[in-house]
């Protein structure tokens, strides 16, 4: 599979599971694909969910909103961690200029 696809796969199960740090390989975007497909009637959340930890053998991190589990919300919150960073990037350079 392409690489643009592989990148396709890696937002898409992001956005599934809530992620919001990981590095696969594009090898185990394959190999996460590949069972995905073969999985396919079974598949939900927590299937998809044991199918990437069983391959991507390393810690996920994810973004947790109980009871908010919706893709607005979770972009708004990816959307507030940009503008917060942005903040302290004009915080900073505001300090520097003051110094």
Same mark, same amino acid.
């Given at each position: 599979?392409?690489?643009?696809? $592989? ?5 898409s199960? +992001?956005? !599934?599971?809530?992620?919001s740090?990981?590095q696969?390989t594009? &090898?185990?975007? +394959?190999? !996460?694909?590949i069972?995905l ?5 079974t $598949?939900?959340?927590?299937? !998809?969910?044991?199918?990437?930890h069983? !391959?991507?053998? *390393?810690?996920?991190? &994810?973004?947790?909103? *109980?009871?908010?589990n ?7 919150? $990816?959307?507030?961690?940009e503008? +917060?960073?942005? $903040? *302290? ?5 505001n300090?520097? *200029?003051?110094?």
């Amino acid at each position: 599979m392409n690489k643009e696809n $592989l990148l396709y796969l890696k937002k898409s199960l +992001e956005i !599934i599971m809530g992620i919001s740090s990981w590095q696969p390989t594009y &090898l185990q975007l +394959e190999q !996460i694909q590949i069972e995905l497909i073969a999985s396919s009637e079974t $598949l939900d959340a927590r299937n !998809i969910s044991k199918i990437v930890h069983r !391959i991507y053998d *390393k810690p996920i991190e &994810l973004i947790i909103l *109980k009871g908010l589990n919706t893709a607005a919300a979770m972009s708004a919150l $990816l959307k507030i961690q940009e503008l +917060e960073n942005e $903040l *302290k990037k004009i915080k900073h350079q505001n300090d520097k *200029k003051t110094k």
